[in-house]
């Protein structure tokens, strides 16, 4: 009998396949004594382990590029946290094993994680990863992750660790499902950027049985448990509708009376430029450098490191725009050697330009690198700050570029409120601005984007954010000048069409998603998109918002 669950789509596209669980966690090792003299080898046995697990992270991150490598290479530097190390090697003094040292520590680091409050959440999952990785080595039974299988299958989870969803093989997974995470969790930015369809956020899903058929919609966000007949003939024909229509839409981005929107990649370092050209890209939207500095948390990347980064990738878009992000460090994404590591509330601390305004060399030698990567190169540079609070912020930004010498647009990102009720006072400064829908929804919500329970409030088609976008967008048209969207927002056709209609002037997104939102755009024209978007903003939540659109635009 069929039977339809709900969760939050986070990948287009449609699987369906009989259902594998992920591995199940390392099981708690035994509190067992061991003898003084043999302490040292226990100790060496954990080194050992560490440095085995932090350089398989290492090597994943290698093979997987762009975003991927950036948050395991995080995850290798988390393994190797000498504080974490130093602790394991006094458990180990006083009579505990290697692996119950290993498992005993992170517990007590976890607990000071989570009790620093839920603006770290991301980093206990990472953590708990990590964890399970060295105890699983030490104890020499196999590691927590992906299913071995010669059949395709869909892939379900609690939830999935950047090291697993990165070296996802799509041609034997599927899709998946996780009980936890959100739609700009670590694990659904990475199900976009490699094609496959995924849903988050879908209590019980541990409950499927091994083995089960089930349906997945990535866009929907339904899963259809032992789908009938006709449902499963219902969706693979959608899914081989929308398959034609992408083929069929080619060239710049625009809806079909012509209005030109410019369709941009997102991008984690050179690693992601084939799949954004493959894709089409227009240029890219928003270029994240955090890559750069993750190599080593003590130090920041050298000028000239940094100039042949940035390079390759302007090089791969001649005569194309893109927007580059200086570090945005603190919070979920912190660096030794600049951001506290006793802030009780992170994420509301010093972050983004914050950091990078108490640390005026970095910027510095960041912002000379860039004019130095872009000499001589026809690409339309532009460069932005993120976590821009108000005018003062924006011009110190453009202080500092002006100050390097960078010949660039420079630009700010909307991720708080502030700046989107006040965008008109910061274009005063600044000639651009790049909304960040991921964490402008997180503050406008005071919802955590790595927390599955308030994923609804992280829903780009809430009103509430609708409005400041449409503000933003406002802001730019009066002043003469653009408002682009880079958050994840832009991934979803349906609302890509919406923003267009709110005055959104380019979108750019994960390579993979390029293709779908070309294709809705195409379908309809500008006054249609805003119609939709007016009825979007008149709803009062964000289901009522997606399906007021989605009946403008389907002439309902």
């Known amino acids: 009998m069929e039977t339809t669950l709900r969760g939050v789509g986070v990948s287009h596209g449609v699987a369906i396949g009989e259902v594998r669980h992920m591995g199940t966690a390392v099981l708690e090792p035994p509190a067992k004594q061991i003898p003084a003299e043999e302490a040292e080898r226990e100790q060496q046995r954990a080194r050992q382990a560490v440095e085995a697990v932090a350089a398989d992270l290492t090597a994943r991150g290698n093979l997987a590029g762009g975003e991927a490598q950036a948050v395991l290479e995080a995850q290798a530097l988390m393994a190797q946290d000498p504080e974490l190390m130093a602790d394991v090697d006094r458990r180990i003094a006083v009579g505990s094993s290697a692996e119950r040292a290993v498992y005993d520590a992170f517990a007590a680091y976890r607990e000071l994680l989570a009790n620093a409050g839920e603006y770290l959440a991301g980093r206990v999952a990472d953590l708990d990863d990590v964890r399970n990785r060295i105890v699983a080595r030490l104890l020499g039974v196999p590691m927590p992750g992906v299913p071995d299988s010669d059949e395709p299958y869909v892939l379900v989870a609690r939830d999935l660790a950047p090291a697993d969803t990165a070296l996802l093989d799509p041609t034997l997974v599927l899709g998946f499902v996780t009980e936890e995470g959100g739609p700009t969790s670590h694990s659904a930015i990475l199900a976009r950027a490699l094609g496959v369809p995924a849903v988050v956020a879908l209590p019980g899903a541990g409950e499927i049985a091994e083995g089960t058929l089930i349906a997945v919609d990535g866009s929907s966000g339904e899963i259809f448990v032992n789908p009938t007949e006709e449902r499963r003939t219902a969706l693979e024909a959608a899914a081989a509708e929308r398959k034609a229509a992408l083929a069929a839409a080619t060239g710049p981005g625009a809806t079909a009376d012509g209005h030109k929107v410019p369709l941009l990649a997102n991008i984690g370092g050179p690693a992601d430029v084939a799949a954004a050209v493959k894709a089409g890209a227009e240029g890219v939207g928003l270029f994240r450098t955090e890559f750069l500095f993750l190599d080593d948390s003590k130090a920041a990347p050298s000028e000239e490191k940094q100039v042949e980064a940035y390079r390759q990738v302007l090089e791969a878009f ?37 950091t990078l305004l108490d640390h005026p060399d970095v910027l510095r030698t960041q912002l000379t690198a860039l004019a130095k990567a872009a000499d001589g190169l026809p690409v339309h540079l532009e460069v932005m700050a ?7 912020d924006a011009k110190a930004f453009a202080d500092a570029c002006r100050g390097a010498g960078l010949r660039a647009k420079y630009g700010a990102m909307v991720e708080i409120p502030s700046a989107a009720l006040r965008a008109r006072s910061v274009l005063q400064e600044v000639e651009f601005l790049s909304l960040g829908t991921n964490d402008l929804a997180q503050y406008t919500f005071a919802a955590d984007r790595q927390v599955g329970a308030v994923s609804r409030l992280q829903d780009p088609w809430q009103p509430a954010l609708l409005d400041l976008v449409a503000l933003s967008a406002e802001a730019a048209r009066a002043e003469g000048k653009s408002c682009g969207v880079c958050g994840e927002a832009a991934s979803d056709p349906l609302l890509a069409c919406v923003l267009t209609g709110l005055g959104v002037t380019s979108l750019s997104m994960g390579a993979a998603s390029i293709p779908y939102v070309r294709a809705s755009l195409a379908k309809f024209t500008l006054a249609q998109c805003e119609r939709a978007a007016a009825a979007a903003r008149a709803a009062d939540s964000a289901d009522e918002a997606r399906n007021a659109a989605q009946a403008v635009l389907s002439g309902e």
């Open 318 to 354: 001649p005569e194309g725009r893109v927007v580059v992000r200086v570090l945005d460090a603190g919070a979920d994404k912190p660096l030794d050697f600049l951001t506290p590591g006793d802030e009780p509330n992170p994420a509301l601390g010093v972050r983004g330009l914050r």
């Open 386 to 392: 993120p976590m821009v609070a108000d005018r003062a």
